[in-house]
């Protein structure tokens, strides 16, 4: 997992409340054990026709939002299913951040053990990012996790909670056996001494 560092992008918005695991991946993508080519069916159902063509209508098939780092989600997102594979292929489709006003509980910890950052931010301010957006589609948000802030486009900036333990392996590209490995010399010492 790459480090995660502080970013500037647009937004696609999915106003859409109670977004569950099985549209964001449907059940029949889930047989994969590679990431790779996974975002190819993020929202397969709502992003394609049967005949695999694009769906004019859908968000994510419209420019700008079909290049943006961020996705603005309504409340509820990621419920369902525990399926790590619902993060996979939001990062794999480019998507570094989710807003919403609150995640599944599973959904967001699968995010965080896979390089996706959620965050949730209050009703007015989720209300107030959709406005903006839909106001210019290219207005550009920054993420810093760092920091805990998401900075809109006027420079107002929200901090946003994130456990302390989530935040580390985070900011040094690391997963909770990569952060044990870390620890090594330690582990070592104390045997040692034991």
Avoid at 2 to 13: E, I, R
Avoid at 97 to 119: E, R
Avoid at 149 to 170: E, M, N, Q, R, V
Wanted: hydrophobic share 45%; charged share 20%; aromatic share 10%.
């Amino acid at each position: 997992m790459d480090k995660y560092t502080a970013f500037q992008s647009h937004a696609a918005p999915l106003a859409v409340e109670n977004v569950d695991t099985d549209q964001i991946i449907p059940a029949r993508f889930l047989k994969v054990t590679d990431k790779v080519g996974i975002g190819n069916h993020l929202f397969q159902d709502w992003r394609y026709n049967d005949d695999g063509s694009p769906k004019a209508e859908f968000i994510l098939n419209q420019t700008p939002a079909n290049t943006a780092q961020i996705l603005v989600a309504g409340n509820n997102f990621g419920c369902g299913s525990s399926r790590e594979h619902a993060p996979w292929a939001l990062r794999g489709f480019g998507f570094r951040a989710v807003i919403s006003s609150s995640f599944a509980d599973i959904f967001q910890n699968n995010s965080l053990k896979n390089g996706l950052l959620p965050i949730v931010v209050g009703d007015a301010d989720l209300k107030r990012i959709f406005a903006i957006i839909a106001d210019n589609p290219n207005a550009q948000f920054s993420v810093d996790l760092a920091a805990q802030t998401l900075t809109l486009p006027d420079g107002t900036a929200l901090t946003f909670p994130i456990a302390a333990f989530s935040k580390h392996c985070l900011l040094n590209g690391v997963d909770e056996l990569g952060y044990i490995l870390q620890q090594e010399s330690a582990i070592r010492e104390y045997e040692t001494a034991a």
